[in-house]
């Protein structure tokens, strides 16, 4: 059996330990984790080690030989010494790959850590040599709608608070997915609330600035409700304030009830517990939200309103319409609300 794939965690903690490879490749989309792990290998040397023994090197004002050069050199006074080549995700792939050379007999009193922030690295002979010299390597996925609010309620966790699902899909929504912008947030209600305190829709609202009843976590309930009323209310809301929330993103969270309403209707085992792991949901509420749409749409309004979302995402791209995209937006609800199930 394969070993699993290094994860933020256990690179967190095998640097914490002490246990370092020779090479380290992070890289992928998120550049969150990226350069969250690059800070902890820059303080794995004491301060006088650092002096002598730590290397921080950007791609772009490098050529590959000087790299090697340096990861080449023996420590001075130290165990080992550090070198951290930056930014390659800003260099040619042909240019990253001519690093293949070391990669495949690295130094061992060198740690030599390759950060390509915001991009998968590139290079047949690099990759190859990563693979067959068994070096670390943490591809960093973007961070998906979908997975964000687990991963916000970690952090609030971490922190010593306690968060409702609304209070952390009103910080997705706001936010976005960007973790730095949203720990950055956190770490701010942290300094100003007690400890184990709430972070309640309440809270956010007061220092973040997210309305707790005009959001895309209400309209998606007002929408599974086929509230019209509210639904519209919302709306209304978000003209009077177009920076509230994307609606790409609002857009993107009704879809996502839609999807699983589908699912659930064509799921072999429909019962509570059979539906919560067939959706993966991760609690009751989400459940209930998908209980009451499909008390409400039947399957085939599902299917005509999933196409009708993925009609809104391109001509919100500029594709057929000229249209703003709140007034996509409004045609959007319209049509999910007065959905008849004729395709």
């Known amino acids: ?17 002490g246990r370092l490879a020779p090479v380290y490749l992070l890289h992928g989309e998120e550049g969150y984790y990226i350069d969250a792990l690059a800070r902890r290998f820059e303080n794995v040397l004491s301060e006088d080690e650092k002096v002598f023994n730590q290397y ?19 420590p001075v006074m130290s165990e080992r010494q550090i070198v951290i080549l930056k930014e390659a995700q800003a ?7 001519k690093l293949h050379t070391y990669v495949a007999n690295p130094v061992a009193t060198t740690v ?10 590139k290079g047949k002979d690099l990759m ?11 591809e960093s996925k973007k961070i998906t709608d979908y997975n964000a609010p687990a991963l916000i309620g970690q952090y609030i966790r971490s922190k010593g608070l306690s968060a409702s699902q609304k209070a952390l899909e009103m910080l997705r929504d706001f936010i976005g997915t960007d973790l730095s912008r949203l720990y950055n947030e956190i770490d701010k209600l942290a300094a100003l609330l007690p400890e184990r305190a709430e972070v309640t829709p309440e809270v956010i609202e007061r220092n973040i600035g997210v309305s707790r009843e005009y959001n895309s976590f ?11 009323a509210k639904v519209f209310r919302i709306l209304a809301y978000f003209r009077s304030n177009p920076k509230a929330v994307p609606l790409v993103m609002a857009a993107a969270s009704i879809f996502n009830l839609f999807a699983d309403v589908l699912t659930a209707y064509y799921a072999a085992d429909r019962s509570d517990s059979g539906l919560m792991a067939e959706l993966n949901l991760r609690n009751s509420f989400a459940l209930k939200r998908i209980r009451l749409a499909m008390s ?3 399957a085939a309004q599902t299917v005509e309103i999933i196409s009708a979302i993925r009609n809104f995402d391109v001509q919100s791209k500029g594709v057929g319409s000229r249209q703003s995209d709140q007034m996509l937006f409004h045609d959007l609800m319209y049509h999910i609300l007065s959905a008849t199930g004729r395709l």
Do not use: H, W
């Open 128 to 138: 190859a040599a990563l693979k067959k010299t068994g070096a670390v390597v943490y």
């Open 296 to 298: 409400r749409y039947t």
């Open 91 to 97: 260099i040619r792939a042909d240019k990253l790959n």
């Open 218 to 228: 209400e309209l998606v309930d007002a929408v599974a409700a086929r509230d019209a």
């Open 56 to 74: 921080i090197l950007f791609a772009p004002d490098v050529e590959p030989g000087q790299v090697i050069d340096v990861c080449s050199r023996i």
């Open 1 to 17: 059996m394969a070993a699993p794939a290094p994860s933020f965690e256990s690179i967190s903690r095998d640097i914490s330990q």
């Open 112 to 121: 030599f850590v390759i950060c390509c922030r915001g991009a998968v690295a």
